[in-house]
């Protein structure tokens, strides 16, 4: 599987613009996902422009959560794309012009390999995506603990690893991952960073990430 950061508060790239926010494309068993669409469809679709990323091209979008950093972009670019499926947490309301919208409150396979926690403490869901490595989940902004958010990831296999913003989760409780990647609104990144030396990598936008 093959993760595509597109929009993040920090930029790898001089031609992608950077900004508060988080999306990425998730390229999986056959599927192409586009988890989150960040909070301008303007810059969401000249990133995916820049990566050579063609809207037309994803078969689903997965929203985490509600908050407009992680949805700014979607009408803009359902009025690009709107042949797809929006996978939604039930706090998630509004989606128009998407072929079909399918509301995820518990635990659920999506497709072979590819499963969402459900909406964990009212707010937010996480992609698990099946990798040779176990479980990696795709967080939004993990609102919910850490142990809610790794613990239902975890009914789905082995949790390998994380990638996403990590909000106020302390370092601690990443204890066991074996990669880490923290993007967006992570507030402990230095400290993830001094305790998983070896797990960390760093993200942002442009960042590719393969696991096989």
Not at 94 to 123: M, Q, W
Request: one cysteine or more; hydrophobic letters at 35%; proline letters at 3%.
């Amino acid at each position: 599987m093959k993760i595509t950061i597109i929009y993040d508060n920090e930029t790898l790239r001089g031609d992608l613009q950077a900004n508060w926010g988080f999306a990425a494309l998730v390229d999986s068993n056959g599927r192409r996902i586009l988890f989150d669409t960040g909070a301008s469809g303007a810059l969401l679709l000249s990133n995916m422009k820049a990566l050579e990323i063609a809207p037309e091209g994803i078969d689903d979008v997965f929203i985490s959560h509600f908050h407009f950093d992680h949805t700014g972009g979607l009408s803009a670019f359902l009025d690009r794309h709107g042949d797809v499926t929006v996978w939604i947490p039930p706090s998630f309301r509004g989606v128009k012009n998407a072929r079909s919208v399918i509301e995820v409150g518990t635990p659920k396979t999506l497709f072979d390999g590819i499963h969402s926690t459900g909406e964990l403490e009212g707010i937010e869901q996480s992609l698990c995506v099946q990798t040779r490595k176990g479980i990696l989940v795709v967080a939004g902004c993990s609102h919910p603990r850490m142990k809610t958010i790794l613990g239902q990831a975890s009914r789905f296999g082995e949790v390998y690893g994380i990638i996403g913003g990590l909000h106020g989760n302390t370092a601690e409780s990443l204890n066991g991952l074996k990669f880490i990647c923290p993007t967006h609104c992570t507030q402990y990144q230095h400290e993830i960073r001094s305790l998983y030396p070896e797990q960390y990598t760093q993200g942002g936008a442009g960042k590719v990430i393969e696991i096989i």
